[in-house]
């Protein structure tokens, strides 16, 4: 256990006894303990294989390379469809997460045996996404905008063309371009 990443545990109100039983569970399998994005991160040799997260109506183990794994039990679930690589197993409860504790450690010591051979997951490329017809045009009349946005790295690529191609309204998706322009022009990504 790490005591930094204590707090979340005694700070958690809704899930705190699932909780701790995830984290008993996780740390039974040889995992160090950190604190990345506000939760409990597991990590195999400086690699992130599995976090503890919840949310209003569930908490969940959350394994990076989710998509790799072979889900013999089918409970992996993606969070939406724009997630690629990770994959949720969701719990309403304590005794979700007691019966299927064999299971849970047979998907994090497969989710390490991923880690240990070096697998990596088939990322789709920017150029698959769709891209709003309003950052296209952005694209087309600015080419300062457009040199600076394909030095980009793929993942920030992915975020801007995800932020500007969700709102229904073309008017929402020029303000999130134009609001965007800037950091783009400084090579930061949406939430740097």
Request: glycine letters at 4%; one cysteine or more; a positive charge.
């Amino acid at each position: 256990m790490n005591p930094k990443v204590n707090f979340f545990f005694k700070k958690a109100s809704k899930w705190q006894s699932e909780y701790e039983q995830l984290r008993t569970i996780v740390l039974d399998c040889k995992l160090t303990e950190e604190l990345k994005w506000g939760c409990p991160c597991y990590i195999f040799d400086g690699s992130n294989i599995v976090l503890i997260h919840g949310f209003k109506d569930y908490c969940a183990l959350l394994f990076m390379k989710g998509v790799l794994l072979k889900d013999a039990k089918g409970i992996l679930i993606q969070q939406t469809e724009n997630v690629q690589a990770a994959r949720q197993i969701r719990f309403t409860n304590l005794n979700e997460i007691v019966k299927l504790e064999t299971t849970l450690k047979k998907y994090i010591q497969e989710a390490i045996a991923i880690e240990k051979a070096g697998l990596k997951v088939a990322l789709k490329k920017p150029t698959e996404f769709k891209m709003a017809e309003e950052f296209r045009h952005v694209l087309n009349e600015m080419l300062d905008v457009k040199k600076a946005f394909e030095a980009l790295t793929p993942g920030r690529q992915r975020a801007y063309l995800l932020h500007f191609s969700a709102p229904k309204q073309s008017k929402t998706r020029e303000a999130r371009v134009e609001k965007s322009i800037p950091k783009i022009l400084q090579g930061k990504g949406l939430d740097d």
